[in-house]
T-cell receptor, first 115, second 110 residues
Framework: GAVVSQHPSWVICKSGTSVKIECRSL??????MFWYRQFPKQSLMLMAT?????????EQGVEKDKFLINHASLTLSTLTVTSAHPEDSSFYIC???????????FGSGTQLSVL | EDKVVQSPLSLVVHEGDTVTLNCSYE??????LLWYKQEKKAPTFLFML????IEKKSGRLSSILDKKELFSILNITATQTGDSAVYLC??????????FGKGTKLTVNP
């Protein structure tokens, strides 16, 4: 099956620093990638949708200047949490889909802890 | 606001039991209803349902959708400890995005 690789799996950083999370589709071209955030005991919440080569579409309430998404190639999307604060501590997970595909394939997620 | 509500939020059963997980949704534009199994963080795809009344089956798991009553159920028969996970339901509306429920945490004890 299709594989989506996400790393790092976990990261601890100091408040005010920036963290980059990578999401790669290993054996297919991901024309669309989605970024989700999941707080403990909560559901996955969509943050943004990115299509290769165009700007990401952010969900209401998600700051685009704080969560920078780049989808420059068909196999790689990155999420950068800029000037991270403790309230940004969460589980971030990406998913990807090929053109015309219905199924979403998820990365393994990144647990971010901001001290 | 579109909502997806799953019940129960948690369930503890013994191996061999049959469980039914529920998912109800509110949406004006409906495209599909999906079920995922989340263990060790990464959700894995189980089923996609688009038509009412047609049961989808995969081994001991099955699922069906009722578009009139806006709900879906996921059945697991003869449960095993390996079925322990959080089961997520998500609906896809007119846009591409998925709206997830909070999940049902299933614990299967030996």
């Amino acid at each position: 099956g299709a594989v989506v690789s996400q790393h790092p799996s976990w990261v601890i950083c100091k408040s005010g620093t920036s963290v980059k999370i990578e999401c790669r589709s290993l054996d297919f071209q991901a024309t669309t990638m989605f970024w989700y955030r999941q707080f403990p005991k909560q559901s996955l919440m969509l943050m943004a949708t990115s299509n290769e080569g165009s700007k990401a579409t952010y969900e209401q309430g998600v700051e685009k200047d704080k969560f920078l998404i780049n989808h420059a190639s068909l196999t790689l999307s990155t999420l950068t949490v800029t000037s991270a604060h403790p309230e940004d501590s969460s589980f971030y997970i990406c998913s990807a889909r090929w053109k015309g595909g219905e199924k979403l394939f998820f990365g393994s997620g990144t647990q971010l802890s901001v001290l | 606001e579109d909502k997806v509500v799953q019940s129960p939020l948690s369930l503890v059963v013994h191996e061999g039991d049959t469980v039914t997980l529920n998912c109800s949704y509110e949406v004006t534009n409906f495209r599909s209803l999906l079920w995922y199994k989340q263990e060790k963080k990464a959700p894995t795809f189980l089923f996609m349902l688009t038509s009412s009344g047609i049961e989808k089956k995969s081994g001991r798991l099955s699922s069906i959708l009722d578009k009139k009553e806006l709900f879906s159920i996921l059945n697991i028969t003869a449960t095993q400890t390996g079925d322990s996970a959080v089961y997520l339901c998500a609906r896809q509306g007119g846009s591409e995005k998925l709206v997830f429920g909070k999940g049902t945490k299933l614990t299967v004890n030996p």
